[in-house]
């Protein structure tokens, strides 16, 4: 139905967009303008280069049609260009304009006015049977929280207050219509399983709902430098790493992904503020000017080593429980304005004494299975000294000693087969592990 505005004829609403692609790839195609006004009706390109040509598109997502309105040729004696990209829904088309050179293309979408989903010319850029199949294919599967606690605990020792939090804040997320992007703060010392909770989340969350997730761990004390902090926001133009892929690049290619962000106490200021307005706003605003990144499907794990009053959290009522978590996250980040616009945050517990042993078996028998050995027992007292290593310095402490004393045991050894498929016992002291074959009985 077309409807009028003043004088003028809408007939463009918020599911029409003007697409843009580059040198004929029909499948990596961007949203430039939403033809109805909505969020403006002309768009900047900067720094544009490499490319020979663009083609303009008209996209429907309410009847999912895309048509090819107008190519442009770029020139290619400049090494970058400008381009400016204007839409005029009472003239049914727009221009292109190459800053550099003062070019000025003209397309028409005027005929698509009158088109059908049918048309021959439709079906040649999309099929749009195909698409319904595929979206029907991607729609996920309902997670009920208790399956996604199940599935973390195989990974996650001692923590079940925590992991049913986490599956509940992530179950209720997910079924609503419009999904947010999902942000949880985890604090507690080193090597409780907050980092673990983080690689575990992917692999829990498709196997739940048939959704492939992607993963990233980003270590933020790592990112101190001007050109650092640019990976994650884009760099300004004629800055170091203008128009570089930023950290969050994969999700334009994969909505569905997992960012496990670790120490955020130790992020710098920029870096703190920005994924604060990140969470806030649900979108990445990049520097250099190109299309913004749509978080509402990311599920952010931040992770902090800050100490918690665990005596007053554990006597708190669940609301409390936050308030002393951004409390303690203001104080440290120096941002109590900031630290308010994180929701949902949680305290690891200490870990039980058992439930740490399971954690240290866990990463030796990880360590043994690289090198296709099996672990049949350890000397107790080697155990607990390995705990203490865990507590001090995390897995990494764990499997870094385990790794030295393979290194010690099978570094010269010219047969180094005859450890391969083995079930071995681990003795001695963490100075010096002693890794024996079993023998098998005759």
């Known amino acids: 139905m077309k409807e009028w505005k003043g004088n003028t004829l809408m007939r463009y609403s918020d599911k029409d967009w003007i697409f843009i692609g580059f040198d004929g ?61 204007e839409f005029k829904p009472e003239e ?154 930023t950290v969050f690049e994969p999700v334009r290619s994969n909505a569905y992904q997992v960012y496990l962000l670790d120490e955020i106490e130790k992020a710098t200021d920029r870096v703190y503020t920005g994924l604060m307005e990140c969470f806030s706003s649900g979108v990445v605003h990049l520097a250099d000017n190109s299309q913004d990144i749509d978080l509402s499907h990311v599920i952010f794990i931040i992770t902090s080593n800050i100490p918690v009053d665990m005596k007053a959290y554990n006597e708190a009522s669940a609301f409390r429980k936050k308030e002393i978590c951004r409390n303690t996250l203001a104080k440290a980040c120096g941002h109590p304005e900031i630290a308010g616009k994180i929701t949902n945050c949680l305290a690891f517990q200490e870990l039980p004494v058992d439930a740490l042993t399971d954690i240290v078996s866990k990463f030796v028998v990880e360590e043994l299975q690289n090198y296709e050995m099996e672990l049949e027992h350890m000397d107790e007292k080697l155990m607990v000294q390995l705990k203490e290593q865990h507590s001090n310095y995390g897995a990494r402490g764990v499997k870094d000693a385990v790794r030295e004393a393979i290194t010690a045991a099978t570094v010269y050894d010219r047969n180094i087969g005859r450890y391969r498929g083995k079930k071995v016992t681990l003795s001695g002291n963490i100075e010096d592990i002693v890794i024996t074959i079993v023998q098998e009985e005759r």
Request: glycine share 8%; proline share 5%; net charge neutral.
């Open 92 to 245: 049914d088309g727009g221009t292109v304009t190459i800053c550099n050179t003062d070019q000025v293309w003209s397309y028409s979408v005027k005929e698509n006015t009158q088109r059908t989903p049918s048309t021959d010319r439709t079906r040649d850029i999309v099929d749009k049977d195909k698409v319904r199949q595929l979206e029907q294919k991607k729609q996920t599967k309902i997670v009920w929280p208790d399956e996604l606690a199940a599935e973390l605990k195989r990974d996650i020792y001692g923590q079940d207050e925590a992991i049913k939090k986490i599956s509940e804040l992530i179950s209720a997320n997910l079924r609503r219509k419009q999904p947010e992007v999902e942000v949880i703060v985890l604090f507690g010392p080193t090597g409780v399983g907050k980092t673990e909770v983080g690689k575990a989340l992917p692999g829990a969350l498709e196997k739940l709902t048939g959704q492939a997730y992607g993963f990233h761990q980003i270590a933020l004390n790592e990112f101190i430098g001007e050109h650092s902090v640019n990976r994650f926001f884009g760099a300004p133009p004629s800055y170091v790493g203008y128009k570089d892929p």
């Open 25 to 85: 790839d029909t499948v990596h195609i961007s949203p430039i303008i939403q033809m109805s006004g909505s969020s403006g009706l002309k768009k900047m390109l900067q720094g544009i280069s490499g490319k020979s040509s663009m083609t303009i598109y008209h996209v429907n997502f309410d009847i999912k049609t895309c048509m090819n309105v107008g190519n442009v040729n770029l020139p290619r004696n400049v090494s970058e260009v400008d381009i400016v990209i």
